[in-house]
């Protein structure tokens, strides 16, 4: 049998980050107790009329506006019919032929995933299982969803990962998602199938639903590529269902098979008109669009950071947007702000969703590295009091003075000390002087012991090497 590629194709559900749902007031709060954030509109009572949630349609043009995709000046909500108890109205309002934003791409490293589509529906309620109970929290039906469609251009379970991160790293950038995998915010449904290298057409997919984590979402695809590849090469045949990621066998376990496939009988909702969209309100979002993470990306490396930096510092919004602000703060270099930044403060960064919490802002820590820039300050001295600032709050120009943490640049002083060090070892002075040259790491560090580390260690090693040059 020839060699076999795997073809996959994301479909991600990001809520957008509203305060209210999609068609009523009702608040959007994660974790807020069962049941308390419901009314007549998303409890489904006949006779309810949604209304739509303007920031919510903002949210996703904006979205599409980042994603490259073509904005419908004329979208529509149609009805998803289907039963089941955590929907009441027994319909979900979703877009099926006119939605919000059609097309599109996303880069990941150095390919381009095109995009079949991003539009907007509403959530279902959460199925809850004790015991032989099932209970429903209907606090999260209604909250507004951003489904977006990837191409089956995906060639690899690792591509698939990072697509899913760079989705996220922009929505979250532009304020439209906040990236919160545990609370759900941001959830991924694979589709899957397997054909011969050059093909065209594509195999039978299946598609796995629901995994909550991108490493998950790499293994289930790696596991799914695995048992397909056994199921075709033994002669077999693969059938078109849903699967679910197990995490304990570290398997993919059939859901539901071909004969559940529903027919949903989408139709137009006649309670909710066309969103129509001018094309001044559309371009007055897209000129209020923010850096994306792509473009910044390239911007540090322009200013000499390392790729593996870039990554690190624009995992997060807040990440990315603090290290921009000490950078426009300090005189210090970026790659020389980055490396403090990733070794020392990264560590004290709190993250929830789209918040930061940040050990000291960023004009306090653009004060600590221009001394340490300037030399007045040495390294170990500018961790000393970075962790002083994190835990007093005070700023680096007062610590630096309170612990006498300055080092001595006085050149003659310098001198006096190398002078003393070098008269009370006359051994290890005739050593270096026979060619031991190595030995002058030993002077600088005593001096630096007798200064008590004040001494700036570049001027020590210059003026003992040249005390020691032979008389
Ligand atoms: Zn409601």
Known sequence: MSALEPVI?????????????????????????????????????????????????????????ALGCTIGRASRFDRK????????????????????NEGGELRVGERVIGLERAHLEEDAAKSQHVGSQTRVDFNRG???????????ELRSPAEAEAYLRELRLVL???????????EGSFRCDANIS????????????????????FRFVRLALEAEIARQKVVLGSGGTVERETRSWDESSQKTVAMRGKEAAADYRYFPDPDLPAIALTDAQVEAWRDAMPELPA???????????????????????ATAAYFDAVCAASAMSAKKVANFIQSEVLGHIATDGLDATLPVPADALAELLDL?????????????????????????????????LAQETDEGAIEASVRAVLEAHPDQVAQYREGKTKMIGFFVGQVMKASKGKANPKAVKAIAERLLEPN
């Open 372 to 404: 340490l820039d300037a030399d007045t300050i040495h390294g170990q001295a500018a961790k000393k009091v970075f962790g002083l600032m994190v835990e007093e709050g005070l700023g680096a120009k007062a610590l630096v003075q309170r612990e006498g």
């Open 9 to 65: 194709g994301l479909e991600v559900h990001a809520q957008l980050a509203t305060r209210t749902k999609l068609f009523c007031g009702c608040e959007t709060r994660y974790g807020a107790p069962p049941n308390t954030q419901v009314c007549p509109i998303c409890l489904g009572y006949p006779g309810a009329l949604p209304v739509p949630n303007e920031q919510a349609i903002e949210l996703a043009v904006r979205a599409g506006l």
């Open 295 to 317: 473009a910044r990306h390239r911007r540090w490396l322009d200013a000499g950071l390392t790729d593996y930096d870039a990554g690190v510092l624009g995992q997060h919004p």
């Open 81 to 100: 019919s289907y039963f089941y108890p955590d929907l009441p109205k027994g319909y979900q309002i979703s877009q099926l032929d006119l939605p919000i």
């Open 172 to 182: 979250m950038t532009i304020g439209v998602n906040d990236g919160n995998l545990e």
């Open 194 to 213: 397997l054909r011969p290298v050059g093909s065209e057409t594509f195999g039978t997919r299946v598609e796995i639903k629901n995994v909550n984590s």
């Open 142 to 152: 209604g909250v507004p969803l951003l489904e977006i469609v990837s191409k089956p």
